[in-house]
């Protein structure tokens, strides 16, 4: 007698049952790796910032508004509201804010520069705009007129110098004396035998050490460089140099342990308190140079650094000069970098690589030295 196979019906049965299974374990999974309830997708997910707490005082509030239009609908804003901005890494520095905006309104402001440097760096750029009034100095002077003012050294006097570890212009010159580390550590000497009076204007037989006067005669037409921005303008050596030849610059910088935005003032240049990934606040094509020296360099991540070169290539016009000016990085690295800023769309009129042995030559350290121009045609 023919038997029937009974065990085949139990056996799909079996496989209807475990997809059954599989598809509910799947949807499961999903509802809760995706429900704003649930588990993070992954462990290295970039953190999500906290959104405002009633722990941040009034003014943190009177400041980002929203604000009421005082005539209503504004068309060129296609609102009838204010929303002053107020950078996302601001709330991940949520304690360091909350010090920064706990003040009286109409009276002094704390003295707190380096709190404020500090936010900035951390990416809360811009800061919120404060009500109240910064400290300055006691006794400040006049300033000196121009031309004088290019080569002197200011007064004391017009310096607040609470938030730096000198308290004198005397004290700045003399770091090159210590083994402390400190920005821009020599630029404050502005005398005769210093090195500030022969940077970018004396003749150099290092290929990587380009003179403005060699920049400036590459441009096409002769004088068509007249305004610009030197990213990470130390004391304003660069900018007074291109001032002296009729060019006007904007010098960007940091009080990293001095004075430099007041240094630079002091001079007759225009300081920029600004950080290097910020946008820019120039409109596109309108700039006839752009200098960088260090600020650009390997500490800054890849990414970062090309979103900061295709920055710069936005406000420059076209035919615009981009001087990369001694970045450094590691020998290693070089292939990374080169292609970054290839990749840019800069045309190369100048390109010169070279070791950087300050430090010794065991960390097999490297530079770059560059004039790149913006194309004149289709450089969108």
Sequence with gaps: METKPHHRFPLQNHLILYILLLITSNLLTFYLFSSPHGSPASSSSLPVPPPPTPSFPSEYYSFTGPHKLPFGHNPNMDSSLLNPPLAQPCLLS????????????????????????????????PLPIRRCRPASPKNPVPPLPYPDSLWTTPPDENIHWSAYTCKSFKCLVDRIKTRSFDDCKDCFDLSATGREIKRWVTPSTNPLD??????????????????????????????????????????STLNLNGPFSNFIASRGIIPLYTTVGKRLPFFDNTLDIVHSMHVLSNWIPTTVLHFVLFDLYRVLRPGGLFWLDHFFFVEGQMEEYVSVIESVGFEKLKWEIGRKLDRGAELKEMYISALLQKPLKNSW
């Design 94 to 125: 949520g304690s360091l804010l909350t010090t920064f905006l706990s003040y009286n309104v109409n009276s002094s402001c704390p003295d707190d520069e380096p709190l404020l440097q500090k936010l900035l760096l951390r990416g809360c750029d």
């Design 210 to 251: 380009f003179t403005i006067d060699e920049v400036l005669s590459l441009a096409k037409p002769h004088n068509s460089i007249r305004i610009g921005l030197d990213l990470g303008g130390g004391s304003g050596t660069f900018a007074v140099r291109m001032r002296e030849r009729n060019v006007t610059m904007v010098a």
